[in-house]
């Protein structure tokens, strides 16, 4: 079985910043991407930032293009999202997931169906 592990949140003032980590343990696996999707009180979950190893791109959610970074480690199946000026709406509650379908161009792995496994989240908040 394979397990994603989120670690890095907490709470932040607008215009700080938090680091994400996830980092996969369990049954051996080999992903394709990797991503991170959110999710707020009362609404649906959304994507926020892919990367795909073959190649090294990454996707963006315009709502947070120029204020997170997204990188990653394919050999630990591990990956990470820096985020700076964060506002009152990025508060979520933050899931990465693995992706193990390759050969896709990086605007797939904006869909929550692209990927295999997630995460159980990891709590963001972000005060006015």
């Known amino acids: 079985q394979v397990q994603l592990v989120e670690s890095g949140g907490g709470l932040v003032q607008a215009g700080g910043s938090l680091s994400l980590s996830c980092a996969a343990s369990?049954?051996?696996?080999?992903?394709?991407?990797m991503g991170w999707f959110r999710q707020a009180p009362g609404k649906e979950r959304e994507f926020v930032a892919s990367i795909k190893w073959n190649g090294g791109s990454t996707y963006y959610a315009d709502s947070v293009k120029g204020r997170f970074t997204i990188s990653g480690d394919r050999d630990k199946n591990a990956v990470y999202l820096q985020m700076n000026s964060l506002k009152p709406e990025d508060a979520a509650v933050y899931y990465c997931?693995?992706?193990?379908?390759?050969?896709?161009?990086?605007?797939?792995?904006?869909?929550?169906?692209?990927?295999?496994?997630w995460g159980q989240g990891t709590q963001v908040t972000v005060s006015s």
């Open positions: 997931a693995a992706s193990t379908a390759g050969g896709y161009y990086s605007p797939y792995y904006r869909l929550a169906r692209a990927y295999n496994y």
């Open positions: 369990g049954r051996a696996f080999s992903s394709a991407a």
